[in-house]
Structures are given as C-alpha cells and as structure tokens.
C-alpha cells in the first residue's frame, strides 16, 4: 500500500556515528509503495496525497476542485410525484376551437361497412365521402400556402421597394490613433452602447447603417475585372450555356449592321490596347481561355472559332464543316438550332473545303423536287441550274452528258417527250386543223391565204403542203386547196359531231330531270304519308314516356330515401364503435400510465433503499479503511522511534551527559513526529469529510434522476392524455363534417338520377314539331294523287 512515511536518514550510520540531526524537511511525507490495500482504493478516489511540511500551517478543508466543504448528514429520502393527469383536466383545458381537425386523420371506424350492408351505392359513399372531404382540405391548404406565398412575395417587394428609397448610408471614419469615431451621415445615428472600434478588422471596411449596427463594406470591383466584361458583352463571349439557350439567344438577337460592329471592334481594341498598357506583366500569363465545345479542351481565345452560340477549335471545326458537306441530313452547318454564317466558314476553312462547301450550298440549296441529276449510270452529276435550257426542256451535266427536264431521262430522239400531255394534245389539234411545222424553230404555222410558200418568224422559208425547203418540191395550190379542204372537212365534221353529243346529253338531261320531278312528287307524298304514321306513334310514345318518367322518378325517391335510412342507421354504428374504440382507448391509456407509474414509483423506491445502504456500506468501508491505515502508521512510528532510541543508545553509551542528550533528542523526534500525525490526522479527516460528501452527492444526484425520470414520466402521461383528447375532438369532428357529405353526396345522387333521366322538354318541343307537321298536312290533303300509295 502506498502511506505517507518520514524520511530519516539519507544512508544507514555506522554503530560509533552520531545520530544525524533530522532537519525539519526530513519529515516531508513521502510516497513509498509497500503492497496492494485498501488505501489504494481511497487514494485514487480523492487523488494524490498533498505533501506536509513542518512550517506548513494548517491543512485546508478541500471540496472537489479546491472548494471548501461543510458535509452534511447523508439522508435518504423518497419524494413523491402525481405521475397520472385525470382526463377530466386535459379535456378542460382543450376545446373544439383549439383542435384542428384537418390536421388528423379521419377515424378508422368511418371506413367500417357492416356485413349486412349490400348496398353498391352506400358502399360507394363511405369510401368516396372522406377523399372527398380530404381533397378539400387539400385544395384548402394549396391556397393557403399560395397566399402565404403571394404575401411573402409581397412584403420583399415592399421593402425592396423601400430601400431602394431610402439613402445609402455613408461610411463611418474610425480613428483608430485616437479613438475617435466620426458620423459622415448626417442621418445616421451611432447609439450609446458602442464604443470605438478600428475601422477596418481583418483587412475589412466596417461601416455603421441605419439600424445602428456595423456591416461590412464590399470591396471595389477591380478596374482589370470591368474591362474584361466589357469586352465579354462586345465580343460574345459566353461560357456554359445550352443549346437551347444558345438557340433562343440567336433567335431574339437583333441584326447588327456593319457600322456598328466595326464601331464595336474599334472599341474593343481600344480597351483592349488600354488594358495591356495599364496592366501588369502577368496579365497576359493569367489570360482567361476558352472552352471548345466539342472537345471539351480549354484554348486561347485567338486560337478559337466563333460561331453563333459556341466556341470551336479550328480542328473541331474543320470537322463539323466536313460532316455537314458529307450528309444532307445535317446540312447547312448549325451550332446548336442556329446556321453558322458562311463567311465564318469561308473565313476558317483551306480552299479545298471552301470549294466543297460551295459545290454543296449550290447543290442543297435547291429543294430536291426541282433538282436535275444526270440519269447515266457511270455518272449522276448534279446539273447545275445554269446548264439547263428550259425552252428546249433539256438539261447538260458537266461530263456532257444531256438529260430531259420533265421526265428526267436521257435526251429523246423524237423533238416531244411522252410525258408531255401538253404537247401531245398540241399535236392532236394540229393534225386536225392542218397546222405545220416551221422546219427552223419547230413552231406550229397556220395558213390563211397566198400560196404554199410560208417565211415564220424565224427567218425559214418552206412548203406549206409537204413541209420540205421552199423551192425543194413541185407542190401546187390546187393541193395546197385539197389540203385545207381536208382540214375544213374534218373541223366540220368535229363540230357536228360535238353538237350531235351535246343535243344527246341534253334530251338526257331533260329526261332525267322530268323521272326527278316525278319521283320527288311520288316521294313528297309518300312522305306526307309517313308523317302522319310517324306522328301518331310519337303521340303514343309521349304518353308512355311520360308515364314511365313519371313511375321512375317515384322509384328513384323511393330507393334513395331507404338508402337514407340505412346510411342514417351506418352512421349511428359507426358513431358506436368509435366512442367504444375512444373509451377502450382511454383505458388502456389509464391503465398504461398508471401501470408505469406505479413501476416506476416501486423500482424507484427500491433503487433509493438499495443506494442507502450501498452508501452506508461505503462509508463504513471507508471508516475502516481509515482504522486500518491509522494502526499502520501508529505501528511504523513507534518502529521508527524504537530504532532511534536504540541508535541514540549505542551512540551515547558511556559518554558524559550522554542519557540526557539522547532523551532530548527522542523527546525533540516525538514532538515532530506528534505535529506531523496531527497534520496527517486533520488531512485525513478533512479526505475523509470530501469522500462521504462525494458520496452523499452522486446519491442526490442519482435521486435527482429518479424524480426527473418520475416527472417525465408524468409529463409524457399528460401529454398521452391531451394527445387523445385532442385526437377524440378532432374524430368527432371527422364524424360530423363525413356525415354532411355522405348526406350532400346522397342528394347530389338523387338529382343527378332524377335529371338524367329522359329529356322531358326534348318531348314537349317534339310535340311542338308535330303541330307544325300536322297543319303541312292539312296544305298538302287537297293535292293528295289518287294511287300515289297503291
């Protein structure tokens, strides 16, 4: 065990030396390890044990962290506390206006349909009814949240409003030096609660607004900052933007005319130049790069292409321009939804690319109905639209090679094409009428007079009867006359027939309009006929209808008002089993508060007595402890005062004077050895005093937690008991509001029954018809054509 022993000599004497005088610091108290005990225990609850010196004065009484100590009595007590609130308090103290009842939910037992409930309809209102009422209390707290909303929205725009009214504040000078604080504002007013403060802290400008308190001033904008988003808006250079944004961006920008964009590269080179001048060196180190945004890599700005939305780098480029010219489905080049401008292209492409480009704008320039390719199997050019001879309908490839422009086939043999309906019907009118070809121009000449010879506009001169050169053949005018004859014979002889066609289409026409007249003579009396049957059976349905209409809406109220009765006799179940679900639900609630409480309270008083004694039985342990350290000490001294004495003896054996030296020294040992037990004794005790208060404190603090678990305890019961009171008010109100529904739902049922049955003013208008029809027949009875009905 480590105790507290004196240090007497520093080296053991001889048998002849002189006892060494114990100086007072030799009986210092110091810690020498001797074996396992029961004062191990103690020391390492209270700590170290102080080290005592004989000047020291007396040992003071330390509580804890060096407070001091006054232990009282250790006293066991067992508080007790109401655990349980009567339902009666917390329905007292709830009302129906305090519970809102949107708030829960709606009570299982309105969603009980009995057994002998067959009924589809009621069924249908029990379970409808509450998503009804739910999904008004939904729509309700939409438009609760969206007003909120609105009047937050509101509020920001005032005071938005209001601050941009109101003055800046000016800043506050603070005289750190001095100590003096300077308002420039005249409006601002400091109050008397600061006091002076440095006017900056941490490199950051403190400045003192309207509401008194300090904030801090932003920073100015660097001037190298401005310049460069400046010449961002001129130049265009965004980052990060989609394409849809980059689209919707292309479609609302303004057109820029040529002035004013070489005004703005004019400018910009100017802040440009500036900004290089007035910078420093790393400022072209540092400069910002551009994003390429099809590969994603970053590249100096005048590395870059811009097109309408995006940057490219020239590889990047190169390649969507190829793509473009390689497929129609992505020609013209865009950027995003926009078209790249052709002189971006021109202006960034080698001449190769730049020729394609333009072989392929001309190209897919021309939508693809209206293109002309060559139809030669080795070739398939694409004709370009100066090489088409629209007056002879021919068209030339590149590789010489003619094509047809209507039917887009090699070049015909023959001067006409077979797809020309047009000049086929030409030719027909032609050879009927005797119309020539000019054998130059190939354009139809009609003879009127004079002979045979014909000159065309065109300069040629032929023969009007066999068409050949003029002066190439021996025709004369008496064929040149048969000739005409013959074309007058054949106009004559297609006119007539055309009469003939027409005077035949007409007596047919007339035959069949006179069989019309007839037939609709025939079919307005047959129709009179039926009118009048139709009427009377209409006449017959009316009054059956109306006798039906009648019986079905006395069945509808009928069924309704036993539905009434049976959902009236539901909802009383209903009512039942939920005031027996909320009474059964209260008593376990009791029961289960009570229960706890009353274990709490049992286990709790155990726990109390349990620590009592285990505390009773520390501090007699401790007591004990103390008894058996004291006996040690009291042995060990009279061991040490034994050993001296012998020592003194064999050191002033036989010497003169010597008994009363060696009396003295052992009297002057005994009264240092008194005044050191003394000092332990009151440090002891005071030890032991700090130990039994330590204890008596952690038993409070342990009953502490008993009363507060006991008082949660509590709280929980009553917050349990207003939960359900809360909950049984909100149900009730579930009840009441479901069954003005289900009652609602019930009538709106029956009108919609009753109104979607037949249309009775449908009816009445019929008849109205009918009375019109009757007096028609009246017009018609005295016009009625005997065996038009036979």
Same mark, same amino acid.
């Given at each position: 065990?480590?105790?507290?022993l004196?240090?007497i000599?520093?080296?053991?004497p ?38 005592? &010196? ?18 009282p ?34 009570p ?11 009924s ?8 409808e009814s ?54 420039t ?7 008397q609660?600061?006091?002076v ?19 801090t ?46 005004a703005?590269?004019?400018s ?14 790393q ?52 950027c ?7 002189r ?5 492409t080698?001449?190769?690319?730049q ?5 392929k ?47 887009l ?8 094409c ?8 030409t ?9 020539k ?6 354009a139809?000449?009609e003879?009127? &007079? ?24 021996a ?34 026409l ?7 007249r ?15 049957i ?6 017959r349905?009316?009054?059956e ?31 039942i ?15 289960e508060?009570?229960t ?13 007595e ?16 103390v ?5 040690a ?25 010597g ?7 052992l ?25 039994r208060?330590?204890?008596?404190e952690?038993?409070?603090i ?32 579930w009840?009441?509001v479901?069954?003005k ?14 109104e ?17 029809a009757d ?16």
């Open positions: 065990m480590i105790v507290c004196l240090s000599f520093a080296s053991a001889g048998p002849d030396a002189k006892p060494a005088e114990l100086p007072e610091s030799a009986f210092r108290m110091t810690a020498v390890e001797l074996g396992p005990s029961v004062a191990e225990e103690f020391l390492e609850t209270v700590g170290r044990l102080p080290v005592l &010196e004989d000047d020291e004065g007396e040992v003071p009484n330390w509580k804890g962290k060096g407070k001091a100590i006054a232990p009595e250790i006293v066991v007590s067992t508080p007790e506390i109401a655990l349980t609130t009567p339902e009666t308090s917390a329905r007292a103290s709830i009302s129906e206006e305090d519970v809102d009842w949107t708030q829960f939910e709606p299982a037992a309105l969603r009980t349909v009995q057994e002998d409930i067959d589809e309809i009621i069924t249908q209102v029990i379970q509450i998503d009804r009422v739910k999904a008004r209390i939904e729509e309700v707290n939409e438009s609760r949240k969206a007003a909120d909303e609105a009047e937050r929205l509101k509020k920001e725009q005032a005071l938005k409003a209001e601050e941009e009214q109101t003055p800046a504040t000016e800043e506050l000078e603070l005289d750190v030096d001095s100590g003096e604080n300077t308002a504002s005249a409006n601002t007013t400091v109050p609660y600061y006091r403060e440095p006017g900056s802290f941490a490199g950051v400008k403190l400045t003192i607004g309207p509401d008194g308190l300090l904030h001033t932003p920073p100015p904008r660097s001037k190298k900052r401005s310049l460069m988003g400046l010449l961002r808006r001129l130049n265009n250079t965004e980052r990060g933007e989609s394409s849809a944004q980059g689209a919707a961006r292309n479609k609302l920008k303004p057109t820029i005319d040529f002035n004013t964009l070489a703005k590269k004019h910009a080179a100017v802040l440009v130049k500036k900004a290089v001048t007035s910078s420093s060196p400022s072209s180190i540092h400069e910002e790069e551009v994003e390429c945004v099809s590969c994603l890599d970053d590249f100096s700005p005048k590395d870059m292409i811009k097109a309408p939305c995006h940057s490219y780098c020239q590889p990047c480029f190169r390649r969507l321009i190829e793509t473009a010219t390689q497929n129609e489905q992505q020609w013209p080049p865009k995003c939804l926009n078209n790249i401008p052709e971006t292209i021109i202006s960034n080698d001449s190769e690319l020729r394609e480009y333009r072989l704008a001309e190209e897919w320039g021309i939508p693809i109905g209206e293109r002309i390719y060559c139809p030669q199997r080795d070739c398939g050019l694409f004709v370009r639209p100066d090489q088409i001879n629209y007056r002879l309908r021919l068209a030339r490839c590149s590789a010489g090679h003619w094509t047809c422009s209507i039917c086939n090699p070049q015909h043999t023959s001067d006409a077979p797809q020309d309906r047009d000049m086929q019907r030719e027909e009118l032609a050879e009927e009428e005797g119309w070809r000019c054998i130059g121009c190939r139809y000449v003879h009127r &007079e004079a002979c045979q010879h014909m000159t065309c506009r065109c300069g040629a001169q032929f023969c009007y009867v066999c068409g050949a050169r003029w002066r190439t053949c025709c004369t005018m008496e064929q040149l006359h048969a000739l005409k004859q013959n074309a007058a014979i054949r106009r004559r002889d297609r006119q007539a027939e055309q009469e003939r066609e027409e005077a035949e289409i007409a007596e047919a007339r035959q069949v309009e006179e069989f019309e007839e037939e609709a003579r025939k079919a307005e009396l047959l129709r009179l006929e039926r009118e009048r139709e009427e009377e059976r209409r006449a349905e009316l009054q209808r109306i006798q039906r209409e009648g019986e079905r809406r006395a069945a509808v109220e009928a069924k309704f008002h036993e539905l009434r009765e049976r959902l009236g006799d539901v909802h009383e179940r209903q009512r089993a939920m005031v027996s679900e909320h009474g059964e639900e209260q008593s376990a609630l009791r029961y508060s009570e706890a409480a009353q274990a709490l309270r049992e286990k709790n008083s155990a726990d109390r349990t620590m009592a004694a285990a505390t009773a039985d520390m501090v007699a342990e401790r007591e004990r402890a008894g058996r350290d004291y006996a000490r009291v042995k060990h001294e009279r061991q040490i005062e034994d050993e001296y004495q012998r020592q003194l003896g064999a050191y002033w054996a036989g010497k003169r004077g008994e009363e030296q060696a009396e003295a020294a009297l002057a040992l005994r009264r240092r050895m008194d005044k050191g037990f003394r000092a332990w004794r009151k440090w002891m005790d005071n030890e032991f005093d700090n130990y208060y330590i204890v008596q952690e038993q409070s342990q009953f502490e937690m008993m009363e507060e678990a006991e008082r949660r305890l509590a709280q929980i019961n009553q917050r349990d008991q207003e939960s359900f009171a809360r909950r049984k008010i909100a149900e009730l109100q009840v009441d479901v069954i529904e289900r009652e609602m739902m019930l009538n709106e049922m029956e009108v919609d029954e009753l979607n049955g037949e249309d009775i003013e449908a009816w009445f208008a019929e008849e109205e018809a009918l009375n019109a007096a028609i027949d009246d017009l018609h009875s005295e016009y009625r054509v005997p065996g038009a009905f036979s």
